[in-house]
């Protein structure tokens, strides 16, 4: 069983940055693919994100390449979503999400992930 919580949302200025985090339980963190995920008021939840359990492989939806980066210290059971450049239309509540351990790779599909934290609140004004 893992345990996420997320934090470090808030509110910020288009062109601004944040970075949020993920701190997981359990002692099988380094063997969880992880993601981000956001879903904006009305909009599906959608794929922002993912890092593969050793950190060496960052997966990006189109929109925000370049400008999001995902990185895990495993030794903190603990994943990061450093965002720049923010735009108005990334205002979203923002999840991390786990896959079942032993799967390396993350997705970009929520129905592939068994684990979610709460959410954190991002706006961005314009």
């Known amino acids: 069983q893992v345990q996420l919580v997320e934090s470090g949302g808030g509110l910020v200025q288009a062109g601004g940055s944040l970075r949020l985090s993920c701190a997981a339980s359990g002692r099988t963190f380094s063997r969880h693919a992880m993601g981000w995920f956001r879903q904006a008021p009305g909009k599906e939840r959608e794929f922002v994100g993912g890092?593969?359990?050793?950190?060496?492989?960052?997966y990006y939806t189109d929109s925000v390449k370049g400008r999001f980066t995902i990185s895990r210290d495993n030794a903190k059971n603990t994943v990061y979503l450093q965002m720049t450049s923010l735009k108005p239309e990334d205002t979203a509540v923002y999840y991390c999400?786990?896959?079942?351990?032993?799967?390396?790779?993350?997705?970009?599909?929520?129905?592939?992930?068994?684990?979610w934290g709460q959410g954190t609140q991002v706006t961005v004004s314009s």
């Open positions: 890092i593969s359990w050793s950190g060496g492989n960052t």
């Open positions: 999400a786990a896959r079942k351990s032993g799967l390396y790779h993350p997705s970009s599909s929520s129905n592939d992930y068994d684990y």
